[in-house]
């Protein structure tokens, strides 16, 4: 009865650190709290936070905006940085866009370690004051060992069409009938670097 006790106890172990190691190597979205909700609201128009696990050794993470218009690429090296990589850290994006000026501008930072490292980059940005919009993350979960990853999205589109939030196809072919169907497009996309 004993040893059967202790071969259970042994196999439910074995899958708590199977089940433990298998949420490694992933990026999730974090939702703030209330008080950190309500900062960044002052702050900025739309901001996204992601938190990565990782039991690789990673050199460093990639992450960019990718700007399209009508389903065309205009400009894929917004903001586009390295930045070192631990065993678990943070990356945070957040977006101003002040209609006045035709203004976005695009913070990119993250936390490792205890180091904070932030970029920031003001871009030409179209008239978006008319439009309508829907931003959100792409998925709330992402493995890190799939290359390039959409993290989030912002999208514009004329008030008249509407607007709904993508599917997940959307993010998979940007040469597809329903990207085109936006305006404007921003994508957030990261890559973890062996």
């Known amino acids: 009865m004993r040893k059967l006790l202790i071969s259970l106890f042994l196999t439910l172990i074995t899958f708590s650190l199977a089940a433990c ?13 209330e008080r950190e909700t309500a900062l960044i609201d002052m702050l ?13 050794e990673y050199k460093e993470v990639k992450v960019w905006v990718e700007n399209y218009e ?11 940085s390295h930045f070192e990589v631990s065993e678990e850290g943070s990356i945070i994006f957040a ?6 000026d035709n203004q976005l501008s695009i913070h ?20 978006t004051e008319s439009m309508i919009s829907v931003w959100g993350t792409a998925s709330e979960e992402m493995s890190l060992d799939d290359g390039e990853v959409v993290l989030a999205y912002l999208l514009y589109s004329d ?3 509407g ?15 329903e990207f ?12 973890f670097i062996e």
């Open 159 to 161: 008030a008249g069409r």
């Open 44 to 56: 900025t128009n739309h901001y996204f936070i992601f938190d990565y696990l990782t039991d690789k």
């Open 108 to 127: 990119i930072g993250t936390i490792a370690d205890g180091n904070i490292t932030s970029f920031k980059s003001q871009v030409e940005s179209p008239d």
């Open 95 to 100: 977006m101003l866009n002040d209609t006045n």
């Open 180 to 191: 085109k169907k936006y305006d404007v497009a921003y994508l957030i996309k990261a890559e």
């Open 70 to 80: 009508n389903g065309e690429l205009i400009d894929q090296s917004i903001q586009f």
């Open 21 to 33: 190691k298998s949420s490694s190597n992933l990026i999730t979205s974090v939702d703030p709290g």
């Open 163 to 177: 607007i709904s939030t993508p599917s997940i196809e959307y993010f998979e072919d940007t040469n597809s009938d």
